[in-house]
Structures are given as structure tokens and as C-alpha cells.
């Protein structure tokens, strides 16, 4: 873990084992179309669907909505990041 509790990617882990060690952290999930989702990452499958708690939309960097919890259809997802502290 890095200073501020959060898993650290190393050369020994391997993508699974890195988003199975975020599970119940703030993640950023990054969507083709441009728009970011942060919340909780409450559960995701083999195909990428997430499952998000306390979520909130960002578009262009700016607070769109706020969702109590999102699901996201894998095929849209961009990329997954652990949240920086705000």
C-alpha cells in the first residue's frame, strides 16, 4: 500500500490482481465518449461492467449529476484509475 492507503501497481501484479485489490476504493472511470464517473467500485466482471456507490458524472471536468449507484456496461469503458484525494 502506498502512504495514502491505496494498493500500488508493482511489477509483480498483474492487471486482475490490481483491480480486485480497488474493490471498496475511489475509482475514476474514464468512458469512450469522454465523460468520467468517481465513486465506489462496488463490483466488476469479467467483461468490465462496473458496479459504482456514491457516484458522481463529470463532463469536461465539471459535476453533471450524482447517482446513489451507477452501472456501467463494459464495452464503453475507457480505462479504470484510483481516485486522487480531492
Do not use: H, W
Amino acid at each position: 500500500l502506498t502512504t495514502t492507503g491505496l494498493p500500488k501497481m508493482s511489477k509483480k501484479q498483474n492487471p486482475n490482481e490490481f483491480l480486485r485489490s480497488i474493490k471498496g476504493k475511489p475509482v475514476v472511470v474514464k468512458l469512450n465518449s469522454g465523460v468520467d464517473y468517481r465513486g465506489i467500485l462496488a463490483c466488476l466482471d469479467g467483461y468490465m461492467n462496473i458496479a459504482l456507490e456514491e457516484t458522481e458524472e463529470y463532463v469536461n471536468g465539471e459535476l453533471k449529476n450524482k447517482y446513489g449507484d451507477a452501472f456501467i456496461r463494459g464495452n464503453n469503458v475507457l480505462y479504470i484509475s484510483v481516485a486522487k484525494k480531492r
